[in-house]
């Protein structure tokens, strides 16, 4: 095992908007059937947040109070895993850029810490939300504590068992941490203007955190991925990169893995921005987890973010947001939909997906920490078995790319999963055309000669 050093370069002082440089419009958002005027309040993002995701400025200025926040972890390491090459007897160079050294433990803090201050200078005095693996939750629970605000987590019941140190973690930060479904939930789940809501959905537990802040004056929903704004304040990963690198070494294929869309929004965006700009042919690839490939095998339609049935529908890739990935050992990557910026450019072929099985994520997981000395999250897993893969795939094609993953997350809270990979009892269990027929079916009902 080796560790090469670490190339630190400069914090960005901006965030980059792919939206100055995506060359179609992206289609609009429908407002929800199901809506009420103390609802649609609720919904309400500061309106920082609200220009964000609509200007097409390149260069988004980071707010002094966030920018100082930034400081205490960024920038995080470059490194190249050479050792890695080495095993794998690779001609291709192999980077990652490490986002696993802060309080969270993963790239989460970015928007974290942006939306906490945005949400305070509204003033927001409580935040809740919804959380997978968890690796969201711990992040907002640090960035409240730093700006002043009260936080509740709804955590999927099945990482909240799996991963009790994570909740600790939560705590740690004065965040009320709740299995989702809670305990004494009913069996249909949160209310619905569109039937039942299965408890495995990340959908479920951000559904329960909208009915908290519809029954608590001064709270609010924060969400940590999908949203436009959220994967803006993740460019800080490409950016510091970018510099990083260096022009000399400018990377072949980017890489990151996909859950709603910030990890690998926030490696591959300003790379993007550079190929649709024209001085860059890079290749950017999504790695989604089998049990869960929107990209690559859901459907480019409207459907909801979450499974209220309250909030604005927005055309994405998805496989319906009452999609479950139960048996599944990744949590992050369990949402039912993909960013609608990352969908429209798959959608339009600036951007790849591939899906892999866990048991060869996983494996990869464990070459990684043996090679690198870093124990990567589920999550991250996947982008190192993508980058493999693909160097795996030049080698045969007798070419030598520049690779650059995102290492989004440490794996210290993920040991019962890595247990199962070690003892042999964890399952490959791919989803059948049927299951994902029966999910598909109950997307919404709307005319698509209506809408764009």
């Given at each position: 095992?080796?560790?090469?050093?670490?190339?630190?370069?400069?914090?960005?002082?901006?965030?980059?908007?792919?939206?100055?440089?995506?060359?179609?419009?992206?289609?609009?958002?429908?407002?929800?059937?199901?809506?009420?005027?103390?609802?649609?309040?609720?919904?309400?993002?500061?309106?920082?947040?609200?220009?964000?995701?609509?200007?097409?400025?390149?260069?988004?200025?980071?707010?002094?109070?966030?920018?100082?926040?930034?400081?205490?972890w960024r920038p995080t390491p470059?490194?190249?895993?050479?050792?890695?090459?080495?095993?794998?007897?690779?001609?291709?160079?192999?980077?990652?850029?490490?986002?696993?050294?802060?309080?969270?433990?993963?790239?989460?803090?970015?928007?974290?810490?942006?939306?906490?201050?945005?949400?305070?200078?509204?003033?927001?005095?409580?935040?809740?939300?919804?959380?997978?693996?968890?690796?969201?939750?711990?992040?907002?629970?640090i960035a409240c504590q730093e700006?002043?605000?009260?936080?509740?987590?709804?955590?999927?019941?099945?990482?909240?068992?799996?991963?009790?140190?994570?909740?600790?973690?939560?705590?740690?930060?004065?965040?009320?941490?709740?299995?989702?479904?809670?305990?004494?939930?009913?069996?249909?789940?949160?209310?619905?203007?569109?039937?039942?809501?299965?408890?495995?959905?990340?959908?479920?537990?951000?559904?329960?955190?909208?009915?908290?802040?519809?029954?608590?004056?001064?709270?609010?929903?924060?969400?940590?991925?999908?949203?436009?704004?959220?994967?803006?304040?993740?460019?800080?990963?490409?950016?510091?990169?970018?510099?990083?690198?260096?022009?000399?070494?400018?990377?072949?294929?980017?890489?990151?893995?996909?859950?709603?869309?910030?990890?690998?929004?926030?490696?591959?965006?300003?790379?993007?921005?550079?190929?649709?700009?024209?001085?860059?042919?890079?290749?950017?690839?999504?790695?989604?987890?089998?049990?869960?490939?929107?990209?690559?095998?859901?459907?480019?339609?409207?459907?909801?973010?979450?499974?209220?049935?309250?909030?604005?529908?927005?055309?994405?890739?998805?496989?319906?947001?009452?999609?479950?990935?139960?048996?599944?050992?990744?949590?992050?990557?369990?949402?039912?939909?993909?960013?609608?910026?990352?969908?429209?450019?798959?959608?339009?072929?600036?951007?790849?997906?591939?899906?892999?099985?866990?048991?060869?994520?996983?494996?990869?997981?464990?070459?990684?920490?043996?090679?690198?000395?870093?124990?990567?999250?589920?999550?991250?897993?996947?982008?190192?078995?993508?980058?493999?893969?693909?160097?795996?795939?030049?080698?045969?094609?007798?070419?030598?790319?520049?690779?650059?993953?995102?290492?989004?997350?440490?794996?210290?809270?993920?040991?019962?999963?890595?247990?199962?990979?070690?003892?042999?009892t964890m399952q490959d269990m791919?989803?059948?055309?049927?299951?994902?027929?029966?999910?598909?079916?109950?997307?919404?009902?709307?005319?698509?000669?209506?809408?764009?």
């Amino acid at each position: 095992m080796t560790r090469p050093s670490a190339n630190t370069g400069c914090a960005p002082k901006n965030w980059y908007n792919i939206l100055a440089d995506i060359p179609f419009e992206l289609p609009p958002d429908i407002p929800p059937a199901r809506s009420d005027k103390r609802e649609a309040l609720k919904l309400q993002l500061p309106l920082a947040l609200v220009r964000q995701s609509m200007t097409r400025e390149r260069l988004i200025p980071i707010p002094d109070p966030v920018s100082e926040k930034y400081l205490s972890w960024r920038p995080t390491p470059l490194r190249r895993a050479r050792a890695l090459e080495r095993h794998i007897g690779t001609r291709a160079r192999i980077y990652y850029k490490y986002e696993g050294e802060n309080a969270s433990g993963s790239h989460k803090l970015c928007t974290a810490m942006a939306q906490a201050h945005y949400y305070a200078a509204a003033g927001a005095e409580r935040l809740v939300t919804g959380t997978g693996a968890g690796q969201w939750g711990t992040a907002l629970a640090i960035a409240c504590q730093e700006f002043g605000l009260a936080c509740k987590v709804y955590m999927v019941a099945k990482s909240f068992d799996e991963k009790p140190y994570r909740q600790t973690v939560m705590r740690l930060y004065n965040a009320e941490v709740v299995p989702s479904p809670g305990r004494d939930a009913e069996p249909a789940g949160p209310s619905s203007g569109q039937g039942a809501i299965h408890p495995g959905n990340i959908a479920y537990a951000v559904t329960e955190a909208f009915e908290d802040a519809l029954a608590h004056d001064g709270t609010q929903l924060s969400v940590g991925s999908g949203e436009a704004y959220s994967i803006l304040h993740s460019t800080v990963i490409g950016l510091e990169a970018l510099e990083q690198l260096g022009p000399a070494e400018q990377p072949d294929i980017v890489i990151g893995s996909l859950g709603a869309g910030s990890n690998f929004g926030g490696i591959a965006m300003p790379f993007i921005g550079r190929k649709l700009r024209g001085s860059s042919d890079v290749r950017c690839i999504a790695v989604e987890a089998q049990r869960c490939p929107k990209l690559t095998r859901g459907r480019y339609c409207y459907d909801y973010t979450d499974g209220s049935g309250v909030s604005p529908l927005q055309k994405m890739y998805t496989l319906g947001s009452r999609f479950t990935t139960a048996g599944g050992h990744v949590g992050g990557l369990r949402y039912h939909a993909c960013s609608k910026i990352i969908s429209a450019l798959y959608h339009h072929r600036v951007v790849e997906a591939v899906a892999y099985p866990q048991s060869d994520v996983f494996a990869s997981g464990v070459l990684f920490s043996r090679t690198e000395g870093i124990l990567p999250a589920p999550e991250s897993a996947h982008a190192i078995h993508g980058a493999i893969d693909m160097a795996k795939r030049a080698d045969a094609q007798g070419t030598a790319p520049v690779i650059l993953f995102c290492l989004s997350g440490h794996g210290l809270f993920d040991l019962a999963s890595y247990e199962a990979y070690l003892n042999g009892t964890m399952q490959d269990m791919p989803l059948s055309d049927e299951d994902i027929r029966r999910s598909l079916a109950q997307l919404p009902q709307l005319n698509e000669q209506a809408v764009p």
